[in-house]
T-cell receptor
Framework: NAGVTQTPKFQVLKTGQSMTLQCAQD?????MYWYRQDPGMGLRLIYY???????DKGEVPNGYNVSRLNKREFSLRLESAAPSQTSVYFC?????????????FGQGTRLTVV | GESVGLHLPTLSVQEGDNSIINCAYS??????FIWYKQESGKGPQFIID???NMDKRQGQRVTVLLNKTVKHLSLQIAATQPGDSAVYFC???????????WGAGTKLIIKP
């Protein structure tokens, strides 16, 4: 049981390049999330998907887009990377919304934009 | 305790002692609180949660205390072990759908 799997684990981009971070979960969870974590700070929600077919903005959505491809997969796209997007990105999933249940996190993607 | 900002609070405890990690939450309307543990290079991992209709909840070697009067949450870890070394985050649900408010974290260091 792999849980939440993110790819890639590390990535370096040049300013203006685009890329997609992939996330898949095998726990049959309804809800999926993308967070970013900056040094010395807690996690900030970028986008979430309450259920298959729906996506909504979180606290810091600017510069990102998401796709809930199916129940298992939720991808995060940076269309034109900026140095301010250098961060560690975590995908998570939960059976229900995180307000009343635990979330399971992937190992993270460390992204550097130069 | 926890605070928002660039300086991560650190708690250093002797192996075998009890650890108490504090968290001040921000929203009096929050009705659900959760603690996560994050080891170096890994994603956060659920430890324990508590709802606002409770003031204490116990798990395996961990206890969470909730004081709604002063908006304070604490995580107690009994008989701290080297494997407890990590950053601990508290998070609250202010009922604004799906958007937990996360603390900045407290780094727990275990002294041998």
């Amino acid at each position: 049981n792999a849980g939440v799997t993110q790819t890639p684990k590390f990535q370096v981009l040049k300013t203006g390049q685009s890329m997609t971070l992939q996330c898949a979960q095998d726990m049959n969870h309804n809800s999926m999330y993308w967070y970013r974590q900056d040094p010395g700070m807690g996690l900030r929600l970028i986008y979430y998907s309450a259920s298959e077919g729906t996506t909504d903005k979180g606290e810091v959505p600017n510069g990102y887009n998401v796709s809930r491809l199916n129940k298992r997969e939720f991808s995060l796209r940076l269309e034109s990377a900026a140095p301010s997007q250098t961060s560690v990105y975590f995908c998570a999933s939960s059976k229900r919304r995180t307000g009343n249940t635990e979330a399971f996190f992937g190992q993270g993607t460390r992204l550097t934009v130069v | 305790g926890e605070s928002v900002g660039l300086h991560l609070p650190t708690l250093s405890v002797q192996e075998g002692d009890n650890s108490i990690i504090n968290c001040a939450y921000s929203n009096s309307a929050s009705d659900y609180f959760i603690w996560y543990k994050q080891e170096s290079g890994k994603g956060p991992q659920f430890i324990i949660d508590i709802r606002s209709n409770m003031d204490k909840r116990q798990g395996q070697r961990v206890t969470v205390l909730l004081n709604k009067t002063v908006k304070h949450l604490s995580l107690q870890i009994a008989a701290t072990q080297p494997g407890d070394s990590a950053v601990y985050f508290c998070a609250e649900d202010p009922k604004s759908n799906y958007q937990l408010i996360w603390g900045a974290g407290t780094k727990l260091i275990i002294k041998p």
